[in-house]
């Protein structure tokens, strides 16, 4: 498995502002993706983060709402973008290293918005 | 559209019996299915996983089992522990989905001394 790490762990911000998440892998990996983990609910696939291209956004999921970037194998953001109360969730980065369907998650980021 | 349902919300078992946490599926296109554990305040771990072709996966105290006709599958702990307890979660992949994982919504397990 690989290390994974997600800054910040946590964060409280106001309607409308922005938030940028980081995630960093202790090693190169194939696959990223990013989840959501809304309160009371399972997790959800946001995108898969493609390096060096744009992101693939899942249904219900936009750019412009949540911009990703993937300069390396080991690193990737992801923005919340002009947020809302029913923004407020866990935030999970994966990764998974070869072509196998084993996902590895990071420890979250668990972002609340008033 | 839950594609991939964990119906008990919650199981209670007592230190050294068995826990058995179910799951049930609707695609049949699914071809690999994993289970991870969650503790508060941290990520998803995996635990085990079995791909479609097979009907049992076995690791350490952990087996999966996988009924393809009634698109079901089970997680079976023996001897449960304290340790154990924690939120459970199964989740389903296709083949030709880049990876994508479908998850449940969770079984807490709460394991008694």
């Known amino acids: 498995s690989a290390v994974i790490s997600q800054k910040p762990s946590r964060d409280i911000c106001q309607r409308g502002t922005s938030l940028t998440i980081q995630c960093q892998v202790d090693?190169?990996?194939?696959?990223m993706f990013w989840y959501r983990q809304q309160p009371g609910q399972s997790l959800t696939l946001i995108a898969t983060?493609?390096?060096?291209?744009?992101?693939?956004?899942e249904s219900g999921f936009v750019i412009d709402k949540f911009p990703i970037s993937r300069p390396n194998l080991t690193f990737s953001t992801l923005t919340v973008s002009n947020m809302s109360p029913e923004d407020s969730s866990i935030y999970l980065c994966?990764?998974?290293?070869?072509?196998?369907?084993?996902?590895?998650f990071g420890p979250g980021t668990r972002l609340t918005v008033t | 559209d839950q594609q991939v349902k964990q119906n008990s919300p919650s199981l209670s078992v007592q230190e050294g019996r068995i826990s058995i946490l179910n799951c049930d599926y609707t695609?049949?296109?699914?071809?690999?299915f994993l289970w991870y554990k969650k503790y508060p305040a941290e990520g998803p771990t995996f635990l085990i996983s079995?791909?479609?072709?097979?009907d049992k996966n076995e690791d350490g105290r952990f087996t999966v089992f996988l009924n393809k006709s009634a698109k079901h599958l089970s997680l079976h702990i023996v001897p449960s522990q304290p340790g154990d307890s924690a939120v459970y979660f199964c989740?389903?992949?296709?083949?030709?989905?880049?990876?994508?994982?479908?998850f449940g919504q969770g079984t807490e397990l709460s394991v008694k001394p």
């Open positions: 994966s990764v998974s290293r070869d072509s196998t369907y084993e996902q590895y």
């Open positions: 090693s190169q990996v194939t696959m």
């Open positions: 983060a493609n390096q060096g291209s744009e992101a693939t956004y």
């Open positions: 695609n049949s296109m699914f071809d690999y």
């Open positions: 079995i791909s479609s072709i097979k």
């Open positions: 989740a389903a992949s296709k083949y030709n989905q880049g990876g994508k994982l479908i």
